[in-house]
């Protein structure tokens, strides 16, 4: 089923967005593991599979429209502290936030409801879990400061 260029185009953009966020949450859930945060790395973990299924489900669908995917990861920078990865982890939700959004209007535009729809979903999942999480997160920190927070955090 042929689908149309810009959709297509948009989707190889949001895979290799989705494909980075991956990448980042496993250096970080791994960076969190080696260094006792066992609540961290357990949840980092989780949603870096989280991020690998909204990667295969937009490949699968890249792949249905007839297009070429592109698996190169976007370029970043990992954190090094545990409020700076955490933070680097939230604005990645915002920016993947803000493409689905964009991607989500381009489907409507060109009556693609099943991208559409399945992005709706990945939206979903970005405000109501992965960003909400980050968030509560760094709250914490403020109002427990930093060495609470990260006693919390070991098992």
């Known amino acids: 089923m042929q689908g ?19 990448d980042q949450y496993f250096i970080h859930s ?15 973990d989780h949603e870096m599979q989280e991020e690998t299924q909204h990667a295969d489900a937009i490949l699968r669908r890249i792949l249905l429209l007839e297009g070429e995917p592109d698996m190169r990861p976007n370029a ?9 990865m955490l933070r680097k982890d939230l604005d990645t939700e915002y920016g993947v936030r803000t493409h689905l959004k964009a991607a989500i209007a381009l489907c409507e535009t060109h009556s693609d409801y099943v991208s559409r729809d399945m992005l709706r979903a990945q939206l979903q999942d970005t405000e109501e ?3 909400y999480w980050l968030e509560k997160q760094i709250g914490l920190i403020d109002k427990m400061g930093l060495q609470n927070y990260l006693q919390s955090q070991a098992d």
């Open 4 to 22: 149309h260029p810009d959709v297509i185009d948009c989707l190889k953009d949001l895979l290799r967005g989705e494909l980075a966020a991956r």
């Open 30 to 44: 791994r960076q969190y593991q080696h260094q006792g945060f066992v609540r961290l790395y357990e949840r980092m």
């Open 76 to 84: 970043f920078t990992p954190g090094a502290t545990v409020p700076e």
């Open 129 to 131: 879990d992965h960003a």
